[in-house]
């Protein structure tokens, strides 16, 4: 069957067969627009995400299954720099006529995965046609109480920096899937990046994060929005940058600068957060709760500064400070 | 300036620039996501539609004022078939690399009119660059209270059957720009259309409508999704759906069927629902209230079929269903 046959209305209701009731859900799939109830005293967190072909993904590097599966991680890494609880999504697809509908059951077998794993219930969104490469728009909606909240302006000077799992690995694999390498943790980490959504939930519940982002754009990218809404400098220490044995096997090899994808490359979706220094054990302690890796990479300063001081003890001169989507 | 001087963050800037404070926007644009404090006791109402270059818009056919003005337009009017109040919204867009910063100036400006026109609030989305044409995403949320959200499965056997407005405008107003027509009323409906937000705001908070649906796909069409979710058949009396005199001067040159777009054509925007027979005038009232044009067209029947009557008392043959994005 091809996508002519399937239709428009069938291809909603092979969405719609993956979704799972919630009580939340007052209107899903199937009307001019979905409600849910918004749990009592707390906030709505909504943010958008789009993934354009040949600029987000190159469908000969990606398989559907997988392509799904980030369309909706990328989308919950955002609610977890956020400390909010995932809840609610809308997908909206521009579809080239040349797309199959196998394709797209993998998509869908993807991003209902990524569903399922995390508690979030696909509410509506469009499908239409394209002229152009398939387009993937997502909208996820969370909720938190407002006080639990973490924002990128609450970091304050004498804060520590800390960052989740491994930094560069992603950017690493690209390069890698670009060579023509298909298999690896690094080709991996590119392809089907883990959310940290339970890390986001329990660093803002626990009260212990003053200012957190995700790591899309490269450290030192979103390290800067951090600093520039805080109004505060840092200092990161180069050493303590966490790099994966793949990594740092596989650089060498690639790149001059055994840094510069750890620090500019980009859709880690680590989190990368400040916590008060008596808070220090606390978040070691809560990270290892939720089984991720954290690294205590720096400290918030006064200065007003984004200092990185490399393994001599000398401040080093970043290369590629991240992605600029119209450079 | 091009957009490349103008940067990702530039862009983001422009957009700030023109969003007004609201009380209950908690986080707006300039975190990993935004957070708005749901109003009370209210649902939650989300709705998404994407535009595509080449598919829902030509550039070389339209400005980008209207264009922006169209693109949260659309999505409003899908919250006012719900009944809904709009609140905030999400824009995403995948800008091509030769798209102008003036373009995009027009285009904020567009979006802005229509967000300040109706209350609605700019909390976030993403812009990215595109390899094929401009790609607009749009995510509105609004709200209401539970008992007073309209659905298009609440029709009942001796419901009548009302529209706003007329029918059929848009679809020949695109035929028109195609032939190279660029002013005129009914390239003005095809281009910027008119979201029916107080027309329908009314109609739920009154209690009077059972079931509401926009009409974008097209009379019949759209009119399909209230008969099959409601269990339901219709009888529509063509005599009595509206034309504007622009539309049924201009059909005879264009079409053979006098009625093909105004039953067919899609992108209406106007507001089909359905009210028990005693509350017409009461339905009469309210739409005199807020300005808008309403026409009886039909009434809703146990039947189970749509059955059309012409001018002669025959049924009619209808030659175009709707829209289907991938026939």
Redesign the interface.
């Given at each position: 069957m091809n996508?002519?046959e399937?239709?428009?209305?069938g291809?909603i209701d092979r969405f719609a067969a993956g979704v799972a009731d919630k009580a939340s859900v007052?209107?899903g799939i199937?009307?001019?627009?979905?409600?849910?109830?918004?749990a009592?005293g707390?906030?709505?967190?909504?943010?958008?995400?789009?993934l354009?072909?040949?600029?987000?993904f190159d469908l000969a590097l990606c398989d559907p299954l997988t392509l799904g599966r980030k369309s909706l991680a990328v989308n919950l890494s955002?609610?977890a720099?956020?400390g909010?609880t995932p809840r609610?999504f809308?997908l909206?697809l521009?579809?080239p006529?040349a797309l199959t509908v196998e394709f797209l059951d993998g998509f869908i077998a993807g991003i209902m995965q990524r569903a399922e794993q995390f508690g979030v219930t696909l509410?509506?969104?469009?499908?239409?046609?394209?002229?152009?490469?398939l387009?993937i728009?997502v909208?996820?909606?969370?909720e938190?109480l407002?006080e639990l909240?973490v924002?990128?302006?609450g970091a304050r000077p004498g804060d520590l920096l800390f960052v989740t799992g491994t930094l560069g690995d992603s950017a690493l694999g690209l390069k890698l899937l670009r060579k023509g390498e298909r298999r690896g943790l690094l080709v991996e980490r590119h392809l089907d990046p883990e959310p940290r959504v339970a890390a986001g939930i329990l660093l803002a519940e626990a009260g212990v994060a003053t200012a957190?982002?995700?790591v899309s754009d490269g450290l030192l990218a979103d390290l800067g929005h951090i600093l520039r809404?805080s109004n505060v400098g840092a200092r990161v220490e180069l050493k303590n940058v966490p790099l994966s044995p793949g990594y740092t096997e596989e650089i060498s090899r690639l790149a001059g600068d055994p840094f510069s994808l750890a620090l500019g490359g980009g859709e880690d979706y680590e989190l990368l957060f400040t916590a008060p220094p008596l808070l220090k054990d606390r978040v070691i302690t809560l990270m290892a709760e939720c089984g991720v890796a954290v690294s205590l990479i720096g400290e918030i300063t006064a200065s007003g500064r984004l200092s990185v001081i490399n393994v001599d003890g000398e401040e080093y001169q970043a290369v590629q400070r991240g992605y600029?989507?119209?450079?």
């Amino acid at each position: 069957m091809n996508l002519k046959e399937l239709g428009e209305f069938g291809l909603i209701d092979r969405f719609a067969a993956g979704v799972a009731d919630k009580a939340s859900v007052k209107i899903g799939i199937g009307d001019d627009a979905a409600a849910f109830e918004p749990a009592e005293g707390h906030l709505s967190l909504v943010t958008s995400d789009m993934l354009i072909e040949g600029v987000h993904f190159d469908l000969a590097l990606c398989d559907p299954l997988t392509l799904g599966r980030k369309s909706l991680a990328v989308n919950l890494s955002d609610l977890a720099a956020m400390g909010a609880t995932p809840r609610y999504f809308l997908l909206s697809l521009a579809i080239p006529a040349a797309l199959t509908v196998e394709f797209l059951d993998g998509f869908i077998a993807g991003i209902m995965q990524r569903a399922e794993q995390f508690g979030v219930t696909l509410v509506g969104g469009d499908t239409c046609s394209s002229k152009g490469g398939l387009v993937i728009s997502v909208t996820a909606i969370g909720e938190q109480l407002p006080e639990l909240v973490v924002r990128r302006s609450g970091a304050r000077p004498g804060d520590l920096l800390f960052v989740t799992g491994t930094l560069g690995d992603s950017a690493l694999g690209l390069k890698l899937l670009r060579k023509g390498e298909r298999r690896g943790l690094l080709v991996e980490r590119h392809l089907d990046p883990e959310p940290r959504v339970a890390a986001g939930i329990l660093l803002a519940e626990a009260g212990v994060a003053t200012a957190m982002i995700d790591v899309s754009d490269g450290l030192l990218a979103d390290l800067g929005h951090i600093l520039r809404l805080s109004n505060v400098g840092a200092r990161v220490e180069l050493k303590n940058v966490p790099l994966s044995p793949g990594y740092t096997e596989e650089i060498s090899r690639l790149a001059g600068d055994p840094f510069s994808l750890a620090l500019g490359g980009g859709e880690d979706y680590e989190l990368l957060f400040t916590a008060p220094p008596l808070l220090k054990d606390r978040v070691i302690t809560l990270m290892a709760e939720c089984g991720v890796a954290v690294s205590l990479i720096g400290e918030i300063t006064a200065s007003g500064r984004l200092s990185v001081i490399n393994v001599d003890g000398e401040e080093y001169q970043a290369v590629q400070r991240g992605y600029n989507h119209f450079a």
